[in-house]
């Protein structure tokens, strides 16, 4: 082969390798041996060419969603991302290669060995929610649907990780669930109320004229006895209306506020020598947002009544702690009685209570955590951003 063939062959390569596929060689008609190296070449130029104009044509895409779309390799590494991610979270392509999916949640949250355990037991795909650090500081919450990736030759190469931006979403469905929350304790208190105003007055009101019966017959035993138990069915009908009154909407709550509320109630609780409850109240614990505070109590109430149905327990030690420092206030709640099989919260039927209290944590964005076992107790832990109490009129 001569020096210049040499040379036209070196050219093509050339400009192959700096991207100008659709150069080709010149094809004599004498079709000789080098004929055919250019041909060959040229062959590989159309190939790359396609294959070039089709990973544009991908790139495109991948750039164009505006899901937030990641690749990770097998150890949960960052291997590639799309436009959207760039433009939402704290990554740039300088800094990609050095992050692993957890760095991009939230304090607290790890997710990588859930998606990787989950996805390894032959489930083609796994959808969970997440919270991610956006720019500015951001919290994004985000609707994660995430798969493995396996190439051509079945070979697994990593997962794919397609992130729905729901923070609007969210917001508006917590929004929904507060406005809920506050129209039904407004339609306690509103019904607490009216009994306290009108039934309330008229027992005792009822109660005082049998009284009064009592002074016009006392040479009659009869009517004296039966007096007697007008009067004691009265004050029984008297207290359990105050009792419900109280479970309707405790009047310490709204005068004196949460400390003060589950103070009482543990009071209560401790005179019927039941169980002793353990419960001091904490001086930082200021008044809250009025619906804050009843969720709280309501929270405090709902693993009190499942802990006399159900517990037979002897001791609850009841915790109220604030966190200046990220303006968060929670509640512990511990029991020392036979506990249960956490599963059964999985089963339709047996978790409405475990759900109602989850709705109530999600309309206040707030977390919660639960943990029992046979035998160990149960324990109920839930945090809330606080809301700052507003003085009504």
């Known amino acids: ?42 062959m590989l130029g159309e190939e790359l060419l396609s294959t070039n104009v089709d990973k544009d044509y991908f790139s495109s895409i991948f750039n164009a969603v505006t899901d937030l779309v990641m690749i990770l390799d097998v150890n949960g590494n960052l291997i590639d991302h799309n436009q959207a991610v760039e433009e939402n979270l704290l990554i740039t392509k300088d800094n990609s290669h050095e992050i692993k999916f957890d760095d991009l949640l939230c304090e607290g949250h790890q997710q990588f060995q859930t998606i990787k355990s989950t996805l390894d037991n032959d489930i083609k795909s796994v959808l969970i929610e997440a919270d991610l650090i956006g720019l500015n500081d951001k919290v994004i919450h985000g609707q994660l649907t995430c798969s493995r990736i396996i190439d051509r030759f079945d070979e697994f190469k990593g997962y794919l990780i397609s992130i729905k931006d729901i923070t609007a979403q969210k917001l508006n469905e917590q929004l929904t669930l507060k406005a809920i929350f506050s129209a039904q304790q407004a339609e306690q208190k509103r019904v607490a109320d009216d009994l306290h105003d009108s039934l309330g007055q008229e027992l005792s009101m009822t109660k005082l004229m049998i009284s009064n019966l009592r002074k016009h017959s006392t040479d009659n035993p009869k009517s004296l006895e039966l007096i007697s138990t007008c009067i004691d069915i009265l004050n029984g009908s008297i207290k359990n209306l105050r009792e419900i009154c109280f479970n309707l909407m405790p009047g310490v709550l709204t005068r004196g506020g949460l400390n003060m509320a589950i103070s009482e109630l543990a009071n209560k609780l401790n005179k019927q020598e039941n169980f002793r409850v353990l419960f001091e109240k904490n001086p930082e614990i200021e008044r809250m947002d009025s619906d804050l505070e009843i969720v709280l109590y309501r929270i405090t109430q709902e693993f009190i009544n499942n802990m006399i149905k159900h517990s037979d327990a ?20 511990e029991e020392n009685g036979q506990g249960f099989d956490m599963s059964k919260l999985n089963k339709i039927g047996e978790n409405r209570g475990y759900q109602n209290l989850k709705t109530k944590v999600k309309a206040f964005n707030g977390l919660v955590s639960m943990n029992s076992a046979p035998g160990e107790g149960t324990s109920t832990y839930v945090k809330f951003p606080i809301i700052a109490h507003h003085e009504e009129n």
């Open 314 to 333: 002897s001791e609850l030690r009841i915790e109220l702690n604030k966190d200046s420092k990220t303006n968060f206030i929670s509640l512990y709640l």
């Open 1 to 42: 082969m001569s020096q210049p063939q040499i040379d036209k062959i070196s050219e093509l390569l050339i400009e192959y390798s700096a991207g100008n596929y659709s150069f080709q060689g010149e094809i004599s008609d004498a079709m000789d041996e080098f004929d055919m190296i250019i041909s060959g070449i040229n």
